[in-house]
């Protein structure tokens, strides 16, 4: 129990205790974005087994005339059904101590340790929910400042030799809206989450500098992106959701882009913090943070227009 015992202060001086402050510092954790972007699954619960089945309805075929002849049937079309399954997991983390660590300490040492876990639980959430957004079929690899590679089959098969610049989020809004027809997230916004590398790209892009002198000075004095060609930026330093390395030389900070229900979360039990039971008559403590819950993006298994949702933005 070294962080509680007693020292001398020399070879034969006086023994003490130094005074300790009456507060504790934390270290500080990245921030945690992806989870606010995330719909609760309703059919997901209880006594519902490990995992929850979503139905989907793909688009009807759109005919190159509607055109009838007087004595014509009408024609019919037929739309298909598909699901994807959403499962679920045991996680948690714990942390020990004992009843010797309380008798002892000068701070709430039980408070501390349930601030840390709440953090941890946090990140953890925020990683596995990025997880599910980098899991789709579509991936965009800047492969030059003026020039990007989108490989439908969910493997980048071309390493990135740029970082993420306004050509490259043009590209990818027109892609999004006009190939893949993904509909906004809110307001006729896209939400593009981008490591704190990438989002460096945009704001040393002369371009934006330009542009952003005249529209909105106070941005690059607020380290704002803001808004580009209806592209909402976030920018995020969670380094566990989202590289701030990759391609050639490292140059590329990873980022994804999504339009509306990109991805669910199925939970059959939140997560919460628990107590361990005491064992050893009272003496062996600990705290736990535990849930049964997972996360899915709703279409991750295909490129089609209408059914993509994720554009995610990265290399080989």
């Given amino acids: ?11 034969s001086s006086v023994y003490k205790n130094h005074t300790l402050s009456a507060d504790i510092r934390m270290a500080a954790i990245a921030q945690t974005k992806f989870v606010q972007f995330t719909m609760p699954e309703d059919g997901s619960g209880r006594k519902k087994g490990e995992s929850v089945t979503v139905t989907r309805i793909s688009n009807v075929d759109v005919p190159t005339t ?13 739309f298909s059904l598909s699901t994807q399954a959403i499962s679920v997991d045991e996680r948690g983390r714990a942390i020990p101590y004992s009843s010797l660590s309380l008798d002892l300490a000068h701070f709430d040492l039980e408070n501390a340790i349930q601030k840390k876990l709440r953090d941890q639980l946090a990140l953890r959430l925020d990683a596995t929910a990025a997880d599910a957004f980098k899991a789709g079929k579509i991936k965009a690899i800047p492969d030059g400042s003026a020039s990007i590679t989108f490989d439908t089959d969910g493997t980048p098969s071309t390493q990135a030799t740029s970082n993420l610049n306004v050509y490259h989020v043009e590209e990818i809004r027109d892609y999004m809206f ?4 993904i509909q906004p997230y809110s307001d006729g916004d896209y ?9 460096r790209g945009i704001k040393r892009d002369p371009n934006w500098e330009k542009w952003k002198t005249y529209t909105d000075p106070e941005a690059k004095y607020m380290g704002e992106i803001g808004r580009i060609e209806h592209c909402r930026f ?17 140059v590329l900070g990873e980022a994804v882009f999504c339009g509306d229900d990109p991805v669910t979360m199925a939970s059959v039990l939140e997560p ?17 943070w535990y849930g049964i819950y997972g996360f899915g993006q709703i279409w991750s298994d295909s490129a089609n227009a209408g059914e993509a949702r994720v554009v995610h933005v990265t290399s080989s």
């Fill in 1 to 11: 129990m070294a962080t509680h015992s007693w020292v001398y202060d020399g070879p």
């Fill in 66 to 78: 509607d055109v009838l002849n007087e004595l014509e049937r009408i024609p019919e079309d037929t």
């Fill in 178 to 181: 006009s190939t893949l027809t």
């Fill in 191 to 199: 939400i593009v989450l981008a490591s704190t590398k990438a989002c």
């Fill in 272 to 288: 919460e913090l628990r107590a361990k039971e005491d064992g050893d008559y009272g003496r062996s403590k600990g705290v736990a």
């Fill in 234 to 250: 976030i920018e995020v330093n969670n380094t566990n959701a989202l590289s701030g390395s990759l391609g050639s030389s490292s």
